[in-house]
């Protein structure tokens, strides 16, 4: 299985190549994830000419895919039907009892009697149902339209519950958390920002050009002067000057805040010279 995400401009493949035939269910777990930590948006080093809302929108739908693997858990299920034994491995945003529901009714359409057995569950693996589909695949059994199924043997449905669980259970850093409750990442922050700046900035150029096209004055008012301290008072440099002390780079800084690297080495020399005096 070769996974592939693709980001407009930027295109991570071959980072994780995994043979779900012969991998064990724990490694492929442990090879996935770390691949899903190990993508990251750097922000700061992407290049100028970088389509923002397009980039924006891939990396929600990427966060999407994520939020929807830790909010689903796997269940493995022993399905016992007029005597007939056979296994459900699947995901589920409930509560699994309240799946199980819903199985017994498709199931009492083409049986008479069902029971079903909760072999084990997993917290926030969605990741890993795909995983069983194609690495049992020859064992899919299909029931009327239903082909979720698996017609194990008593061995191999053993050794499909030893493997499972060996997975560690989830615990949820505060990144997964956000990702869940839907907060916004400080990379999807700083991207609207720079998109609300890129507007602003249109916005004032427009203006100025009707000015001058109307015969009208662009700039300060002649003879008007700003102080240090009026210049370092202002939002834009107290935004700054917190960046630059968080350790941001100088073009990091500007692209964080919204602003030219030129107005970042303004603030930081005008920020230098009242310290100095």
């Not at 980039?55 to 895919?65: A, G, Q, S, T, V």
């Not at 498709?106 to 008479?112: G, P, Q, V």
């Not at 569950?121 to 239903?146: A, D, Q, S, V």
């Not at 409750?181 to 922050?189: A, D, I, K, W, Y």
């Amino acid at each position: 299985m070769k996974i592939i995400y693709s980001f407009h401009i930027y295109r991570y493949e071959d980072i994780s190549i995994v043979d779900c035939v012969s991998a064990r269910c724990l490694i492929f777990n442990y090879c996935e994830l770390t691949q899903i930590i190990f993508i990251r948006f750097n922000l700061h080093s992407t290049p100028k000419e970088i389509d923002y809302p397009d980039f924006l929108i891939d990396l929600k739908i990427y966060r999407d895919r994520i939020r929807s693997a830790l909010a689903n858990h796997l269940y493995y299920l022993k399905v016992t039907a007029d005597g007939e034994e056979f296994y459900k491995i699947g995901v589920t945003g409930r509560t699994v009892p309240e799946r199980i529901i819903e199985i017994n009714s498709d199931l009492n359409s083409h049986f008479r009697t069902v029971e079903i057995e909760i072999l084990d569950t997993w917290l926030h693996r969605g990741n890993l149902e795909r995983y069983f589909i194609y690495k049992y695949e020859r064992y899919l059994y299909r029931i009327g339209t239903h082909s979720e199924y698996f017609k194990f043997d008593e061995k191999l449905s053993k050794s499909v519950l030893r493997e499972l669980r060996r997975i560690e259970v989830k615990d949820l850093s505060s990144v997964e958390c956000d990702l869940l409750n839907r907060l916004p990442s400080q990379v999807e922050c700083e991207i609207e920002a720079v998109e609300r700046s890129q507007q602003r900035r249109q916005a004032i150029k427009v203006g100025m050009e009707r000015a001058k096209q109307w015969g009208g004055h662009v700039g300060r008012p002649s003879g008007s002067r700003t102080t240090d301290d009026d210049f370092l008072a202002k939002p834009s440099s107290v935004t700054i000057l917190d960046a630059l002390a968080r350790g941001l780079s100088i073009r990091a800084t500007a692209v964080a805040v919204g602003v030219s690297p030129a107005t970042v080495q303004k603030v930081k020399a005008a920020s230098s010279e009242k310290d100095t005096q």
